[in-house]
């Protein structure tokens, strides 16, 4: 059974940074997709950056902010994340998903098939 587990949220003044980690069990993230996604309250959830092979894609709202990455030894994927911004508030989460020949962003919810419970991030202005 696969589990992912979110950390690293937390309340930050705007212009502060935070770490958002995720660890898995049951699969290995180098083998995989992986992805963090987010919801605002009363938003969709949306894209927020993804891996895949090497390949590494943000949405514009968070590209130069943000940096996702991977330790393979630990099986967890990062989300270092600075310059935050109150629209950044909202709930993280990381997913996985089976890898393809797709060498493109996976900011599709669909592409992945296991989720994490989240965490909240939450920014002051």
């Known amino acids: 059974q696969v589990q992912l587990v979110e950390s690293g949220g937390g309340l930050v003044q705007a212009g502060g940074s935070l770490l958002l980690s995720c660890a898995a069990s049951?699969?290995?993230?180098?083998?995989?997709?992986s992805g963090w996604f987010r919801q605002a309250p009363g938003k969709e959830r949306e894209f927020v950056a993804s891996?895949?092979?090497?390949?590494?894609y943000y949405a514009d709202s968070v590209k130069g902010r943000f940096t996702m990455s991977r330790d393979n030894t630990k099986n967890t994927v990062y989300l270092q994340m600075n310059s935050l911004k109150p629209e950044d508030t909202a709930v993280y989460y990381c997913a996985v998903g089976p890898p393809t020949t797709y060498s493109g962003p996976y900011s599709r919810e669909s592409r992945y098939d296991y989720w994490g419970q989240g965490t909240q991030v939450t920014v002051s202005s």
């Open positions: 891996i895949s092979w090497s390949n590494v």
């Open positions: 049951g699969r290995t993230f180098s083998e995989q997709v």
